[in-house]
């Protein structure tokens, strides 16, 4: 009986997280109330405080969950590949943040939250700090001098990048592989013929879907 009901449980709050998710996308982060998430995960309206304590805490927990896993697919595009690769890959990626891709909206969302709430502010900072380590461990096994500073100006390019494309959807960000590996520090010459950057349908799915 205990294991039964930690596993409804469980289930319970995955319930809830994704309807969080869900609102935040399709109503914005302060629309998103007791009674809709409640209503979209199929529970009462106390449940949501008895899981998560209030609404903010649980849209907090949404936005995290699925931005963590986000970077670690990030992430993962690129380890163990040469430089060249893995930033072709890491395009394909931007060239799937479009201004209605539901990870987009509630990526844009989590950081205008970010500027109203303290713990979501420090923990998405917390998760971004881990993945410019990542990739600066990955540049620096590239032979990448100033690794670390490197992935910081890497990063900032490419969510700059993501923002000029939700403004200019013709912006094809795959022809900017040669400097992105000039900036790092990288032969463009070593690198592969730049691909469409547009949705990859061999890429691995986004873990925010548009319900």
């Known amino acids: 009986m205990t294991t039964d009901s930690a596993a409804r449980g469980q289930q319970t709050r995955a319930s809830l997280l994704e309807a969080a998710v869900q609102l935040i ?12 998430m409640a209503e979209r995960a199929g529970v ?32 993962a595009l690129f380890d163990g590949h040469d430089a060249p690769t893995g930033l072709n890959d890491m395009l ?14 509630l990526m844009s969302e989590t950081l205008l939250a970010a ?3 303290e ?5 998405v900072s917390a998760l971004l700090r881990e993945y410019r380590a ?12 100033d690794a670390e500073a490197t992935a910081v100006v890497l990063s900032a390019a490419l969510d700059g990048l993501v923002l000029h494309r939700m403004l200019d959807p013709e912006l094809r960000a795959a022809s900017l592989t040669g400097p992105l590996l000039r900036m790092a520090g990288v032969d463009p010459m070593a690198a592969n013929s730049p691909e469409d950057a547009g949705v990859d349908p061999t890429a691995a799915n986004s873990p925010v879907s548009a319900e």
């Open 25 to 36: 996308v399709e109503e914005g982060w302060g629309a998103a109330t007791t009674r809709k």
């Open 92 to 105: 394909k990626v931007v060239g799937q943040y479009t201004a209605d891709d539901p990870l987009t909206v």
């Open 115 to 117: 500027t109203r709430v």
């Open 44 to 75: 009462r309206p106390g449940v949501v405080h008895y899981h998560f304590g209030t609404v903010t805490n649980l849209l907090v927990e949404a936005a995290l969950d699925t931005i963590r896993r986000e970077l670690q697919r990030v992430v």
């Open 119 to 123: 713990r979501l502010r420090v923990e």
């Open 134 to 145: 990542a990739t600066g461990q990955w540049l620096r096994a590239q032979g990448v001098e």
